[in-house]
């Protein structure tokens, strides 16, 4: 009862009420009403499902999980691609209306990648503010034993969607690194001094400070959420287990009073200042190297079970219970200072054992709407398909089931 109050707790949200894709992914054309609960979209692989919850998600968020280039995007041979999301329900103004245009390859003239809100022009970063989603993958089934850079995005995506700062700081960040390991690359190879390093080692210090305190928010407020939600969707042997949430940094020595984050969240200018301190003791290191040694790109997020390190030793299923968790907690926190969520899950049912299914079906119930892809809808809670918004995928157009 507890879960279901804090999640009924969150913020209203601005339910989709209409999606309308336009040469986007498969789509020649395509439209989705779905319910403000439970949405299910059944149709076999490889048959669009997974494109129709991208599209959502790369319109809110402005980042595709799956595409590396923007082009790929739009269905081949088109000239653009284009989405559309309605919302209704959140506001006294009645609602509104999220438009992404994409160009294709090559890119027409004229036409350039274009997000709007209500028809104005609008930056990724702000989209937050008036949508927000969140998106449960099979591959995230692994994010525990996978590579770094899975964990370091899971941060990131929920530190940009409830803190514009947060996500204009990750782009920021980004473009320093290629720069710093552009001129780290030139004095290798003698064409630059060290000293040429001076501007750049501080904004790395800076921004790299702000994005490290950001993420450290996130497990923070992760950490206070996980446990009771992973004792929900646990089987009985596995409840009460501690679950504990640690950022690994790469300021070593350098950050001698390092502060669990459950106790304090440290200040920019804390963490600032580390940073200089470890920047100086690996610059000859990465002169020689040729790359940047130090900052978030280097960072890793750790999870442990009963004081133990669950990568190394969680059975499958334990891991997949904490990662429900992760997911769930996400979906909270992102509620709370904003719209509430949209969750999309996609074809995740079938790759959970019958009772975690049953239990993340029971969990998601008030918390707000969701939007499911699956090829058996019987992997499902039956009580939850008598509630549920059914379509399915016939010869590439959506139809409505019941």
């Given at each position: 009862?507890?879960l279901?109050?804090a ?6 949200t601005m339910?989709?009420t ?5 040469d986007f992914?498969?789509?020649?054309a395509?439209?989705?009403?779905p319910?403000p609960?439970l949405?299910?979209?059944?149709a076999?692989n490889?048959?669009g499902?997974?494109?129709l919850l991208?599209?959502?998600h790369?319109s809110?968020?402005?980042?595709s999980h799956r595409a590396?280039?923007?082009a790929d995007?739009v269905?081949h ?10 919302l ?6 009645g609602?509104?209306t999220?438009e992404?245009v ?5 890119p027409?003239?004229?036409i350039?990648?274009r997000l709007t ?9 702000t989209?937050?503010?008036t949508?927000r ?5 099979p591959?995230?089934?692994?994010l525990l ?8 995005r899971?941060?990131?995506?929920i530190?940009?969607q409830r803190?514009?700062?947060a996500a204009?700081d990750l ?11 552009a ?6 190879a003698?064409?630059a001094?060290?000293?040429?390093l ?5 904004q790395?210090?800076?921004v790299?400070a702000?994005?490290m305190?950001?993420?450290?928010e996130v497990?923070?407020?992760l950490?206070?959420r996980i446990g009771?939600?992973h ?8 409840r009460g287990a501690?679950?504990?949430l640690t ?5 070593k020595e ?11 969240v ?5 963490l600032v200042?580390a940073?200089?301190?470890r ?5 000859q290191r990465?002169a020689?190297?040729?790359?940047s040694?130090?900052g978030?790109?280097?960072?890793d ?5 009963a ?7 969680a ?8 990662i429900?968790?992760?997911k769930l907690?996400?979906t ?13 899950l996609?074809?995740?049912f079938?790759e959970?054992?019958?009772?975690r ?9 008030g918390r707000?709407q969701?939007i499911?892809t699956t ?8 009580a939850r398909?008598?509630d549920a918004?059914?379509w ?8 409505r089931a019941s």
């Amino acid at each position: 009862m507890a879960l279901r109050a804090a999640a009924s707790a969150a913020s209203a949200t601005m339910e989709l009420t209409r999606l309308v894709l336009t040469d986007f992914r498969s789509y020649v054309a395509a439209e989705l009403l779905p319910d403000p609960g439970l949405t299910i979209i059944v149709a076999p692989n490889g048959t669009g499902k997974t494109n129709l919850l991208e599209a959502i998600h790369v319109s809110i968020t402005g980042h595709s999980h799956r595409a590396t280039v923007e082009a790929d995007l739009v269905r081949h041979g088109a000239s653009f691609g284009r989405v559309r999301l309605e919302l209704g329900g959140g506001t006294a103004a009645g609602g509104a209306t999220l438009e992404l245009v994409l160009p294709g390859a090559p890119p027409p003239a004229g036409i350039r990648k274009r997000l709007t809100v209500n028809g104005v022009p609008r930056r990724p970063s702000t989209v937050a503010e008036t949508a927000r989603s969140v998106l449960f993958r099979p591959e995230e089934m692994l994010l525990l034993v996978g590579s770094p850079s899975d964990r370091r995005r899971f941060l990131d995506g929920i530190g940009a969607q409830r803190d514009r700062r947060a996500a204009r700081d990750l782009v920021e960040v980004t473009r320093i690194l290629a720069q710093r390991n552009a001129l780290l690359r030139a004095i290798r190879a003698e064409e630059a001094t060290l000293d040429s390093l001076a501007f750049w080692d501080e904004q790395l210090a800076q921004v790299g400070a702000r994005v490290m305190r950001a993420r450290l928010e996130v497990v923070r407020d992760l950490g206070e959420r996980i446990g009771p939600l992973h004792d929900a969707v646990a089987v009985p042997a596995e409840r009460g287990a501690s679950v504990t949430l640690t950022y690994a940094d790469s300021l070593k020595e350098a950050w001698s009073q390092r502060v669990v984050p459950s106790e304090r969240v440290p200040t920019d200018i804390e963490l600032v200042e580390a940073y200089r301190r470890r920047i100086a003791e690996v610059r000859q290191r990465e002169a020689w190297n040729g790359m940047s040694l130090v900052g978030p790109q280097r960072d890793d997020l750790r999870a442990g079970l009963a004081g133990r390190d669950v990568a190394a030793h969680a059975s499958r299923g334990q891991q997949r219970t904490i990662i429900l968790a992760m997911k769930l907690a996400e979906t909270d926190l992102l509620g709370v200072n904003g719209p509430r969520p949209i969750v999309l899950l996609d074809d995740v049912f079938s790759e959970l054992d019958p009772e975690r299914a049953a239990r993340l079906s029971e969990l998601l119930v008030g918390r707000g709407q969701v939007i499911v892809t699956t090829t058996d809808p019987a992997a499902m809670q039956p009580a939850r398909l008598r509630d549920a918004a059914i379509w399915r995928i016939s010869d590439g157009r959506l139809e409505r089931a019941s």
